[in-house]
């Protein structure tokens, strides 16, 4: 990269996954409040003053004292032209230039001839919400196409009926629609084994948040005449090949919050996503929201699954494996400035990431900029929902040296989510699921951003 690019106030370069302009742009909010237009005022001009070279416009290329800018004096063609009409093929894509923005495969998996994980691009997503063709996916045995007339939903074992649901039987009950994260268990798994991949899609990428529409499961249990003083947890098992099964507990369903759902941010379900019909579990590890729903067995033990005896445990410094962990922790990442990133001089910057709990809702994040000797206390962005991503933001002037940023979370319950060395004291080093320990990005004199683990 030229030195010319870090003269310029407040720029920042994405990461390679997601950058589109060679320089990129300056993000300073116009609806700042007033007092935060004087700490970015002041910020701006002391940034300016400490600078070896004079500050320069954000354009790729300087603009001449004289003449004034090209792409402002110059009306471009679609000022002056006729644009195009309706979307031919009926269904809105993204612009060409956002082409980057995509969900990817970590090179570092093992592959195989059907992929089964890709990571959503954290760090080119604002506010809260995953666009559905950004959702992370996670399958166990390929995403179908389920023709939607021919799929059932059967739901027997400790009922007074046992039923057969029709997706059009469904979609006529009385339905609801929610903001949920999930989170698959395995998100930041690389990290126990002290694994610097290089971007927060590859960290932290394997979670998603959504509206998402259905009946609660608790109303269809109802139905079939559940008993619920005998009735202890419910089986959920999919139509995919794995007939992927799954306990979940009678004290979540009947809290109404587990939804038989088809719908995802205003439109039914993507194939990938589970189409027709998904089980949605808040707060609870992505591997129980149990895709391709096809039936729902009622009983009053765990049932030890294959999903649930061989994968998704917790290997513990003892020896022992903890079983039906599934609660997702409260966790949060900066995903502006991370890893992969480049900031082009020093400046004002808004230092931007996500935060969430499967307790409830998020409380507090604090940001430190100095590897965790002092932190400050970040602004949530409304709205702040129980078990769904929260975006968090806080004001930073870099001045050019060396520093190390991260995100502390807490959630109502009063839980603070983990340096390595505390959870590592509990859960030793052998683990792979339900890492929510503080995510460290070392920023370079050079503006590089860099993973790195501070134990």
């Known amino acids: 990269m030229s030195h010319e690019h870090h003269q310029s106030s407040g720029r920042l370069r994405k990461a390679p996954e997601s950058f589109l302009d060679p320089v990129g742009v300056r993000s300073v909010w116009a609806e700042a409040k007033e007092g935060r237009r004087h700490f970015i005022r002041n910020a701006f001009a002391a940034a300016a003053a400490g600078l070896a070279a004079p500050v320069v416009s954000a354009q790729s290329n300087p603009v001449p004292a004289e003449g004034g800018d090209p792409n402002i004096l110059n009306l471009p063609a679609h000022t002056t032209g006729l644009g195009q009409g309706v979307v031919t093929d009926g269904y809105g894509k993204p612009s060409q230039y956002e082409v980057n923005v995509q969900r990817r495969q970590s090179p570092g998996l093992t592959q195989t001839t059907q992929a089964s994980v890709s990571f959503a691009p954290l760090q080119s997503l604002f506010g809260i919400v995953t666009p559905s063709g950004l959702h992370f996916e996670r399958h166990h045995q390929g995403w179908w196409d389920i023709d939607p007339s021919k799929h059932r939903l059967m739901v027997n074992g400790m009922v007074k009926t046992p039923m057969v649901f029709t997706m059009d039987e469904v979609m006529r009950l009385p339905a609801v629609s929610r903001f949920y994260f999930i989170e698959c268990g395995a998100n930041t798994a690389v990290e126990w084994g002290n694994v610097a991949v290089p971007t927060v899609q590859y960290t932290h990428g394997m979670i998603s948040c959504s509206e998402f529409t ?178 968090f933001n806080i004001d930073w002037v870099w001045d050019g040296k060396p520093a190390i940023i991260q995100s502390r979370a807490q959630d109502e319950t009063g839980y603070v989510q983990p340096t390595y060395r505390q959870l590592r004291a509990v859960r030793g080093t052998r683990s792979i699921y339900h890492n929510n320990a503080i995510q460290s990005w070392l920023v370079q004199e050079s503006g590089e951003v860099k993973n790195v683990q501070l134990s």
């Open 214 to 391: 259905g009946v609660p499961l608790i109303r269809l249990l109802e139905l079939a005449g559940i008993d619920l003083k005998k009735a202890k947890f419910v089986l959920a098992e999919g139509a995919d090949g794995s007939s992927m099964t799954r306990t979940i507990p009678m004290s979540l369903i009947t809290s109404g919050e587990v939804l038989v759902a088809y719908g995802q941010n205003g439109e039914m379900l993507r194939p990938e996503n589970g189409y027709p019909l998904r089980l949605v579990v808040p707060g609870v590890q992505g591997v129980s929201w149990v895709k391709y729903l096809r039936r729902i067995e009622v009983g009053d033990m765990p049932w030890a699954a294959k999903d649930e005896a061989i994968h998704y445990m917790d290997l513990m410094p003892d020896g022992t494996h903890r079983q039906y962990t599934n609660l997702q922790e409260c966790k949060s990442v900066v995903t502006t400035p991370s890893g992969g990133q480049v900031l082009l001089d020093k400046g004002f910057y808004n230092i931007t990431g996500l935060a969430w709990s499967g307790r409830g809702k998020v409380k507090r994040v604090d940001v430190s900029v100095d590897g965790g000797r002092n932190w400050r206390t970040a602004r949530l962005q409304t709205p702040v929902l129980s078990k769904c991503l929260t975006r």
